[in-house]
């Protein structure tokens, strides 16, 4: 009932013409590509499509829902999804394309999915200065959803190789450009009011700040990796959470309640319920992952006392999936 992913063959071709028009069919079939960027390799999938967003999820074994960066060619692009502000502007002028992702107000219209900002009001928006990923986006014509791409815990891949040792057989192509110039993961900043660095990284904080011609501020708890050390929840990024308390794992809707369902069995009261949405009727946990921030931002706003969440099975993508479920609840 809950698809396991089927094992995937991951084909390696070199970056030559032929490979960006490739992998720009790829990631508009919903598939995974990996790709180099000045910094290190990217995982690539369409920052518009949910299913293949948590698919990524899912090939990257990321036991949570971590925000991702969207990539796109140029400037023009990145001001359709997101509004800058004379800081944000300020910057994408000078280092862009670059290292340098900027966090910044979701553009109402913005048609990133949910899952990929995980369900933040805020984007992270980047415009890499390397060839072969500017030939992509630019082939794609969308943003493209990009992570280090590594499995979860390992450090970020700087040659198509570690790519291959991480994620052959989780995803469909490999676009080999050779290494990586930087090696090291863009430095974040982000411009909701005063500027603040989120991540250090390739621009110093010394650049970042004679182009501001201001002080940065410090995030509580920046980290060169976050993977490796593990932040807090909310520290790096404030998590999106519903102001209608959750009942998890319940059986049973209540007066007043709304459902979040999963699977299509039956739930006892479920004709009580203020407002129902199912993650998945078929039971299929990528569907769910899809699903899961559009459906808690829409039950939020129904107007119910409470939402009751039917039990989501805890294997694959079931993990992020209840990981953010809990988090979710605990306020
Ligand atoms: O150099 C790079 O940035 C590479 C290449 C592939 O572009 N990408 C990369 O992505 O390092 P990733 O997913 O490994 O790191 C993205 C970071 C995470 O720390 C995440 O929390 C943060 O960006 N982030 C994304 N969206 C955010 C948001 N809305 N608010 C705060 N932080 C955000
Ligand atoms: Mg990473």
Redesign the pocket.
Known sequence: MTAMTAPRTTRVVNADAAAATEAARVLAAGGLVAFP???????GADATGGEAVARLYEAKGRPRF????A?VADAAAAQKLARFNADALLLADAFWPG?L?L?LPKAPQCPVAALA??G?D???L?V?DHAV?RAILAAFGKPVV????NRSGHV?PTRAEHVAADLAGRIDLIVDGGPTR?G???S?V?CLDAPVL??P??VTRAAIEARLGRRLAEAPAARAD??KAP?APGM???HYAPRTPLRLDAARVEEGEALLAFGAAPVEGFERAVATLNLSPRGDLVEAAANLFAHLRALDSSGARKIAVIPVPHQGLGEAINDRLARAASR
């Open positions: 960027t000045e910094t290190v390799y990217g995982l971590n925000p991702l960066i990539h290292p992702t966090v900002t995980a933040l805020t984007i992270a980047r890499p990923a990009a992570p280090s791409a970020s930087l090291v993961e863009s974040i982000a989120l991540r990284g390739a976050e993977e932040l790096l990024a404030r």
